[in-house]
């Protein structure tokens, strides 16, 4: 044999053997992505405001996970269960999860009955991470009373919350809506108790950093149930059904005719620095009604506080521990404070049209009362909007790491015996 025909053979040996492991590489599948069952690392959850809340009020709540030993990958999903009474505020509403240094960790989407986060790689290669969710929530159904608000934690732990869900007694309220165009329309609700007003008057009064836009439309409206309503057409009429004067900061609305029924007053407001839109900024609202006051008698009044924000309620955080090359863990947050709950004043946002009211006394609410029970219950399943990849279930919940590696190693094994094979080959030719 000669030494060219030797050379060309082990050319091709070698291309066979690069060939080889470039197949190999591209064989072998990468990790699955994993929906982890957010219920299994929860280590605390509450209602962190009320515990009085009216139907149309937003009820936040608070989300403490840990996940310990298990690593968070990029696309791994986390579904979180609202509890079973309650519901999302803003279903389709997306936010950000960062980090303490604001480094973006994570996506979440609300849903109708939960939430799911989508991970990127930023957590990759940490331990102990861990994510505090808050999130804005309201109540489900149209009955009232004290509620019990469950919610399920790690090693089937339990931890519950105690609401009271109380009428609405208000005859009149307002809300807003922030619009596409930088507008807010206004809606306020008059005699949302269909009782007989007479000499009915609206004066209402817009806030800072709005400009009226001239023009309402007053309808005829009925409730479909205890919680929303719909307006009916055609809507009434300026100069018969009502009159309206127009000022520098709202308008002045009187009716011709004894009401007594629900109606809708629409209007539409400018912003007049649209910076504010997305700042979190409240635009305010004032609309004071009086009836009544006939045979010198003196008029009945009643006031309501309208408010819109363009911040949902919702938001999230995060981080974990970094492993140094010397195997030791740095950690790079705060542990989270056991006593989360904050008491705030709610108020409506204005993002569904529902039976609401601002009451014009406001107090400072107090938390409401939550304790933790270790006894195993069921919490009703969100359908995650995000379904990527294999959920794992772990009832001990031990928070071992969760692999997906599947037949990559069997690749690696046959490329391995390959190469040997190929070896003996070239010894026994040369």
């Not at 919702?314 to 947050?333: A, F, K, L, Y």
């Not at 938390?367 to 990849?389: L, Y």
Request: proline share 3%.
């Amino acid at each position: 044999m000669t030494k060219n025909n030797k050379f060309w053979r082990l050319v091709v040996g070698l291309v066979s053997l690069a060939m080889l492991l470039i197949v190999s590489q591209v064989a072998t599948p990468a990790k699955a992505a994993t929906n982890h069952n957010g219920a299994d690392f929860t280590t605390s959850a509450s209602v962190t405001n009320g515990p009085d809340f009216k139907h149309k009020d937003t009820i936040d709540i608070q989300y403490n996970l840990d996940f310990g030993n298990t690593p968070i990958k990029n696309g791994d999903t986390i579904t979180l269960d609202f509890p079973e009474n309650l519901k999302g505020k803003t279903p389709g509403d997306t936010f950000k999860v960062y980090d303490e240094t604001g480094l973006e960790i994570g996506e979440a989407v609300v849903s109708d009955t939960g939430v799911v986060i989508t991970m990127n790689d930023k957590l990759e290669g940490k331990t102990n991470d861990k994510l505090t969710l808050n999130l804005a929530t309201k109540y489900r159904y149209e009955d009232s009373g004290e509620k019990d608000v469950n919610f399920p934690l790690e090693n089937n732990g339990n931890s519950t919350s105690q609401i009271n869900i109380v009428d609405n007694e208000a005859n009149m309220s307002k809300k807003g809506v922030i619009q596409d165009d930088g507008t807010i329309k206004w809606s306020i609700l008059v005699d949302r108790r269909e009782i007989d007003l007479e000499n009915l008057k609206i004066s209402d009064t817009i806030g800072s950093n709005q400009e009226l836009i001239p023009g309402v439309t007053v309808s005829n409206a009925e409730w479909s149930t205890t919680t929303s309503y719909k307006r009916k057409k055609p809507a009434l009429v300026e100069g018969t059904d009502y009159d309206v004067t127009y000022k520098d900061k709202g308008f002045d609305m009187s009716f011709n005719d004894t009401v007594d029924h629900l109606i809708i007053i629409d209007y539409y407001t400018k912003v007049t620095d649209p910076s504010l839109i997305d700042s979190g900024y409240k635009f305010k609202n004032n609309a004071v009604m009086s009836w009544g006051g006939g045979n010198g008698d003196k008029p009945n009044s009643e006031e309501a506080n309208g408010n819109v924000s363009s911040s949902t309620g919702n938001n999230g955080s995060g981080g974990g521990d970094i492993v140094d090359p010397d195997g030791n863990h740095e950690t790079d947050e705060e542990e989270p404070d056991e006593d989360t709950g904050t008491g705030t004043d709610d108020v409506d946002e204005g993002f569904v049209e529902d039976k609401a009211t601002t009451d014009n006394t406001k107090k400072k609410k107090t938390p409401a009362k939550t304790t933790n029970k270790s006894a195993k219950k069921a919490a009703a399943k969100a359908t995650a909007t995000q379904t990527p990849g294999k959920t794992t279930t772990n009832s001990k919940n031990s928070k071992l790491p969760q692999t997906n590696d599947q037949n990559g190693w069997i690749v690696t094994v046959a490329g391995f015996l390959t190469l040997i094979s190929l070896s003996a080959v070239l010894r026994r030719r040369f």
